[in-house]
């Protein structure tokens, strides 16, 4: 079973998606079957930033310039250099999960950091399969907030 299945038995997608968005840059495969199967909106908590959303808070692209941006401009230093960093995902607290882009996006771990904090956790693997491992147990966050089992669209 693959880790999109595994989540859609977690957390049921919407009967009919929207059409996907305009990829625009190279992103990793997962998260664009995630994307395709269930459109924008929050999983269990979890924003998922859609490249073109939009809501500027929820746009993949904006998202990638003001996430970098408070990074590096904040009073903690980043564990990993903003600019090797693309947001995917903002937690109901403000905490983001990014991808580490180092080879090919297939192989871009994920990344988590503390909003409010400098607390960074690392999953080596993607996208799907970091949503399966905290909604099923198998992974945890000290301060992620990615709860529950529904999806919720967002509203243009």
Do not use: C
Not at 38 to 58: D, F, K
Not at 102 to 119: F, M, S, Y
Not at 136 to 143: E, P, Q, V, Y
Request: proline residues 12%; glycine residues 10%.
């Amino acid at each position: 079973m693959s880790a999109l299945d595994e989540l859609t038995e977690l957390v049921p997608p919407p009967d009919d998606p929207p059409p996907p968005p305009e990829w625009g840059q190279p992103l990793p495969s997962d998260y664009r079957a995630l994307v395709e199967r269930y459109g924008p909106g929050t999983i269990a908590g979890l924003a998922i930033l859609t490249p073109g959303h939009p809501n500027r808070y929820v746009d993949l692209d904006r998202q990638t310039g003001e996430q970098r941006a408070t990074l590096k401009e904040g009073d903690i230093a980043p564990a990993y250099e903003p600019d090797a960093l693309i947001p995917w995902g903002i937690d109901e607290s403000g905490n983001v999960v990014w991808w580490l882009t180092t080879g090919e996006p297939d192989a871009w771990p994920v990344i988590a950091n503390e909003a409010r904090g400098d607390e960074w956790q690392r999953f080596d693997g993607g996208a799907v399969a970091f949503l399966v491992a905290l909604l099923d147990g198998s992974a945890s966050s000290d301060f992620l907030v990615v709860e529950g089992d529904d999806f919720e669209p967002f509203e243009n």
